[in-house]
């Protein structure tokens, strides 16, 4: 069992930065597979990002490569998200999840564990 909790969600303006962070809990978190996923409004929860157990290889959807970067520190038990050139586009409630398949997974139906989400607004 694992229980996430997000954390560094805000409102921003277009082009700024902001830093999720996603506490686990539980010993065995160096097992999972992470990853963040999001829900703009109306939409459908889309995968944004994933990162392998060891941290030695991440995964990102298309429409953020370049801008974000996923990284995980095992002793902490956290993973984060860094979100550089904010748009608009990006505005969801942000997710943390976890996984224990071996491969970096990008379906939401891959994952077993989910946080509560943190609500990120970026304005134009």
């Known amino acids: 069992q694992v229980q996430l909790v997000e954390s560094g969600g805000g409102l921003v303006q277009a082009g700024d930065s902001l830093r999720l962070s996603c506490a686990a809990s539980?010993?065995?978190?160096?097992?999972?597979?992470m990853g963040w996923f999001r829900r703009a409004p109306g939409k459908e929860r889309e995968f944004v990002a994933a990162?392998?157990?060891?941290?030695?290889?991440?995964r990102y959807t298309d429409s953020v490569k370049g801008r974000f970067t996923i990284s995980r520190d095992n002793a902490k038990n956290t993973v984060a998200l860094q979100m550089n050139s904010l748009n608009p586009e990006d505005t969801a409630v942000y997710y943390c999840?976890?996984?224990?398949?071996?491969?970096?997974?990008?379906?939401?139906?891959?994952?077993?564990?989910w946080g509560q989400g943190t609500q990120v607004t970026v304005s134009s």
């Open positions: 999840a976890a996984t224990q398949r071996f491969y970096i997974a990008t379906q939401e139906g891959s994952y077993d564990y």
């Open positions: 539980g010993r065995t978190f160096s097992s999972y597979t």
């Open positions: 990162i392998s157990w060891s941290g030695g290889r991440g």
